[in-house]
Nanobody, 115 residues
């Protein structure tokens, strides 16, 4: 069982920045593919960005050039750096870890972009 704990969410003005962190409770963190998802009220949960165990990244089109996913295997942590935030980025952001048939979720952290 892997526990994921997100932090770093909050209220930010349009155009601002936030960095989300997700700490994993496993010494095997480096073998997991990690991802950030988000879910806005009344909408489905969608992937925002992902990073493989080898460091390959992928982003949904709406965040390309604004968001960066990264990982620090020594700290068992994955990050999502979000710049140029827009109102439509408002959502609960969830951390996800996957390896073979194992799939784990964090509890989510709220990001609100509003003036």
């Amino acid at each position: 069982q892997v526990q994921l704990v997100e932090s770093g969410g909050g209220l930010v003005q349009p155009g601002g920045s936030l960095r989300l962190s997700c700490a994993a409770s496993t010494i095997s963190f480096s073998i997991y593919s990690m991802a950030w998802y988000r879910q806005a009220p009344g909408k489905q949960r969608d992937v925002v960005a992902s990073i493989t165990s080898g460091g390959r990244t992928n982003y949904t089109d709406s965040v390309k050039g604004r968001f960066t996913i990264s990982r620090d295997n020594a700290k068992n942590t994955v990050y999502l750096t979000m710049n140029s935030l827009k109102a439509e980025d408002t959502a609960v952001y969830y951390c996800n870890a996957r390896f073979l048939g194992h799939n784990y979720w964090g509890q989510g952290t709220q990001v609100t972009v509003s003036s």
